[in-house]
């Protein structure tokens, strides 16, 4: 049978029962003579308390020991799942990421995997055991242990995937799969079977939070086949049901997926905009802008430059609402001291909406479609952004959950 790698979310981790739960589950996969790897998360809310626990005695603690005390609460958590799955009958056993060892670089708190050692694992699967692994965490060349980041679980499990050529990595989370919009906007939204690693790399860097971003790179470069279902249902179902359940997303389109133009529409809602206006256009001003705006570690996202008039130019781009304010006093300094800019404007109450389909390759008329029901709807647009497979607006906050609605219901995505 296959080798195929679980991860658990915290809510699935989120008390002894859901862990019992997990522990049937894992049980019914390796009884019907699977080889298990699984990664879980830590309980839900165990990382946000370890990192107040710092935060309560240094308003910024370093981050090497950042990592250190957040760790512990995935080790807690493969602990606790290794001693359930020996109470269902299962031979199991846990390693902390260092002890496999998934090797990382050594940016703490945010590290990147750079190596995964499968040795060790592979040889407890051919024991008959089920490996299960921390989520999240690494060990960097000089021997520390070091955090991936928010969401780094899914990172792992399909990094341990991609090292151990599974046949499958499926992600069990609190929802039931990838939805063509968010259900709490719209209550028409519908489960998609299947979306492409394209398209689930558009949805989730523009705020779908079913699945972190680098899982999903990674799951697209190493053609990982990734599963996203729900691990709140009955864990004793067939197992072909299960199989079966979910999203699944694909690095293949075939002719089904061609007919659907548009998959789904993805939002942000703490956007801010900042516009510098006035500009000298010359080469190189486009990086005195961001230079510093990326040396501070803030992200920046969509990005507009006007054309030229007389000379001078406006530079209009957007980042986490959270680092407005760093990113508007960054800018009114560098701009007062080095660029000969007239003025700094910065909106920190937009939003925004993106419609995303692979089939806007081979259909026409999309772009205008969406405008004309935004402008049915009243929304002005304030930005344009698009891609190959993405059109994104910048509009004002109050009026993104109507964009949602009115895009989701013209390109019916309510249809089966």
């Known amino acids: ?66 990592d250190a005390i ?42 990147r995997i750079s ?7 592979l040889a407890d699967l051919d024991a008959g055991r089920v490996v299960v692994i921390t989520g999240f965490q690494g060990i960097d060349p000089d021997g520390h242990v070091t955090t991936l980041g928010r969401g780094g679980s899914d990172t792992s499990a399909v990094a341990v995937a991609a090292a151990l050529n599974a046949e499958e990595c499926l992600i069990y989370t609190d929802v039931d799969g990838v939805y063509t919009t968010d259900p709490r906007v719209v209550d028409e939204a519908r489960r998609l079977d299947k979306v492409t690693f ?13 699945l972190q971003i680098r899982s999903v790179e990674f799951a697209g470069k190493y053609q990982v086949k990734t599963r996203v279902l729900s691990s709140l249902t009955d864990p004793m179902m067939s197992l072909d049901e ?37 500009v000298p256009d010359r080469p190189g001003i486009a990086y005195q802008i961001l230079g510093p705006i990326a040396d501070a570690n803030i992200d920046v996202d969509m990005i ?16 986490p609402r959270g680092e407005y304010q760093r990113a508007m006093t960054l800018l009114q300094s560098n701009v007062k001291d080095h660029i000969a800019a007239a003025d700094v404007l910065g909106d920190p109450k937009v939003s925004k909406v993106s419609v995303v389909g692979v089939g806007m390759r081979s259909h026409v008329g999309i772009a205008s479609k969406a405008f004309r029901t935004l402008s049915e709807e009243g929304i002005n647009i304030q930005l344009i952004s698009t891609s190959e497979i993405k059109i994104s607006v910048l509009i004002d906050e109050k009026y993104m959950e109507l964009a949602v609605r009115a895009l989701h219901k013209a390109f019916e995505l309510d249809q089966a």
């Open 1 to 66: 049978m296959a080798l195929i790698v679980h991860k658990y979310g915290g809510t699935s981790m989120g008390s002894v029962e859901r862990i019992k739960n997990v522990a049937k589950r894992v049980a019914k996969w390796h009884k019907a003579g699977h080889k298990l790897v699984v990664v879980p998360s830590a309980m839900s809310g165990e990382t946000n308390r370890l990192l107040g626990l710092a935060k309560e005695i240094s308003a910024q603690p370093d981050p090497r020991e950042l």
């Open 70 to 111: 957040a760790a512990t609460g995935e080790q807690v958590s493969v602990g606790l799942l290794a001693i359930a799955l020996r109470e269902q009958g299962i031979e199991a056993v846990s390693y902390a990421g260092w002890q496999v060892p998934i090797k990382t670089d050594s940016a703490f708190t945010k590290a």
């Open 115 to 121: 190596d995964i050692e499968g040795t060790r694992v």
């Open 198 to 210: 394209e398209e689930m790399l558009e949805m989730a860097s523009l705020g779908s939070k079913i």
């Open 242 to 278: 299960e199989m079966c359940s979910g999203t699944l997303i694909t690095f293949e389109e075939d002719e089904e997926m061609e007919k659907a133009v548009i998959s789904g529409i993805a939002f942000q809602r703490d956007e801010a905009k900042i516009t510098v206006r006035g």
């Open 304 to 319: 507009i430059q006007n054309q030229s008039v007389d000379g001078k130019t406006d530079f209009t781009f957007t980042v």
